[in-house]
């Protein structure tokens, strides 16, 4: 039976539950997650001791979610605690932690800067596939900042400034004072200016995480009317982040909590999370902002999940993600590598034809490796099953445009046409060229499923030969391949329209 785990994040400006589930094989899913803004940074006594308010706050939102934990059948031992910059600063922690062991039997650790950017910089590495870049941590009580390259952390900074102290400090929170912002801006950069690794790189990728940017992403999502409601790997140019960000400091509190997509508890304090995003970008001048969905509580499962299984870490996030839907959906392994294979030989021997490159032979490998995934649904329908699934899964180290390329191009693997207007309803995120892609690779994917119909490998290898008005593909065998060449020799006719060349397959 798999294993249920729980990972309690207290933050400054809240506290969030999430519960995963993970197989023996290290495959996991998240099954729930919760968030309560409990602000215990908020209104500190002497800017040295949590107030009896927040802590009573915090003891009651934790002991409801020991109660949850206990409904997915998890114990105090299998519930991961971890504090971060508000428990750091306060003087008072020790109390706080002996309260919340007792009532609830959760022993919480208080990382350092430290740890907290190490469980950051895992958790992009394990999702992203972006080798090198700054990745910035808005939270309630500190900013972490943490350069890495080469797929390594190589830097990092805590600066002792999040969104809520940024507003308890330096601003109002209805209406917001260019005087105010001045003085909030000149104090960041006086932090950051320590810091000279910040302005090493020109023009970085700029990786944001935590709840604030979330929202970013969230406020332009519904603002430009995208398509995808998916926060992970959204991007955004530093224009667009500009626009919204003066939208939002230009505007009262209750204007402001009227704006599409904006959650109403972080309505007051997100101008002073974005006022200190604002100043990091006027400082490394990234190329682009791309939003994660994932943060530290990611990295506490990778790392609990490569410490408590066979599994390791591997090389990209793609693999790694790839692993994991296999694993979780049941997929026929056999049959998948059977079909990516014979996919991948055809693309490779096919190129003179398509013209298409590596990044296209990414996107066929990855459909042709999840193409039977909504068999977990249905195998009626299933092509269209696996289209829904995919498109909505949280498969790392893709990019939106990818994940839709890859939906489409999986469900076309059927005989049955595939005609749910993903064309029109993504066109905003495909570029010209897109669909030209898709029609290639999605006739690849049909004759290689084809050529493994009976799922028993009896295909072994592929000879293509590229004639004036013909394609021959000669198939090497172990076995009898009536079927397989008999539903491939069908497609002779889409073969044609698209690349203008009969088909014929030996």
């Excluded at 990786?207 to 992970?232: A, S």
């Excluded at 994932?294 to 090389?315: A, Q, T, V, W």
């Excluded at 990019?399 to 076309?412: D, G, H, N, P």
Aim: charged share 25%; with cysteine.
């Amino acid at each position: 039976m798999p294993k249920k785990v729980g990972i309690i994040d207290l933050g400054s400006n809240s506290v969030r539950l999430v519960v995963f589930e993970v197989e023996k094989n290290g495959a996991f899913r998240l099954i729930d997650d919760i968030n309560d803004p409990i602000r215990l940074m908020e209104n500190m006594i002497c800017d040295k001791f949590l107030n009896d308010l927040a802590m009573h706050r915090t003891i009651k939102t934790i002991k409801l979610y020991k109660k949850l934990c206990t409904a997915h059948d998890i114990s105090a031992n299998r519930i991961i605690g971890v504090a971060t910059a508000a428990m750091r600063k306060a003087e008072n922690r020790d109390h706080l932690l002996r309260l919340l062991s007792n009532s609830t039997g959760i022993n919480f650790k208080i990382l350092s800067g430290k740890e907290e950017c190490l469980y950051v910089y895992k958790a992009i590495a394990n999702s992203m596939e972006i080798s090198e870049g700054i990745i910035v941590d808005i939270g309630g009580g500190s900013t972490e900042i943490i350069k890495f390259k080469d797929k390594r952390m190589k830097n990092h900074v805590c600066l002792p400034i999040g969104s809520v102290v940024a507003t308890e400090k330096f601003l109002d929170k209805n209406v917001v004072s260019f005087r105010k912002l001045d003085a909030l801006h000149n104090y960041i950069k006086n932090l950051l200016s320590e810091s000279d690794w910040l302005f090493e790189e020109t023009n970085p990728v700029l990786i944001g995480v935590g709840g604030v940017i979330r929202n970013l992403g969230k406020i332009h999502r519904k603002h430009i009317n995208y398509p995808l409601n998916k926060t992970h790997n959204y991007q955004m140019s530093i224009e667009d982040f500009q626009f919204i960000y003066n939208m939002l400091k230009d505007t009262d509190l209750e204007s402001r909590k009227k704006i599409h997509g904006l959650s109403k508890n972080r309505a007051d304090i997100i101008v002073g999370g974005l006022a200190i995003l604002n100043s990091i970008i006027s400082v490394v001048s990234p190329s682009k902002l791309v939003v994660s969905g994932f943060g530290l509580r990611e990295g506490i499962l990778y790392e609990h999940i490569f410490s408590n299984s066979k599994i390791m870490p591997h090389e990209d996030a793609l693999s790694l993600s790839l692993y994991n839907y296999m694993h979780l959906y049941g997929i026929s392994q056999k049959h998948a590598e059977q079909v990516c294979f014979i996919s991948l030989s055809l693309f490779d021997q096919l190129k003179p034809l398509h013209k298409l490159g590596d990044w296209e032979r990414k996107l066929l490998k990855v459909a042709s490796l999840l193409h039977d995934i909504g068999i977990s649904i249905s195998y009626y329908e299933h092509h269209k099953h696996s289209f829904y699934i995919i498109l909505n899964s949280r498969l790392n180290g893709l990019s939106q445009r990818e994940t839709v390329l890859i939906s489409a191009i999986a469900a076309s693997h059927s005989d049955k046409p595939f005609n749910e207007n993903w064309k029109n309803k993504y066109s905003f995120i495909l570029l010209p060229g897109d669909i030209e892609i898709y029609e290639k690779l999605s006739i690849i994917l049909k004759l290689a499923e084809c050529l493994d119909r009976s799922e028993m490998g009896i295909i072994q290898s592929i000879e293509c030969q590229i004639f004036d008005t013909s394609v021959k593909i000669q198939t090497i065998k172990d076995g009898d391949a009536e079927l397989e060449l008999s539903l491939s020799n069908e497609y002779n006719d889409l073969f044609k329209n698209c690349f203008g060349k009969s088909l014929n397959i030996l």
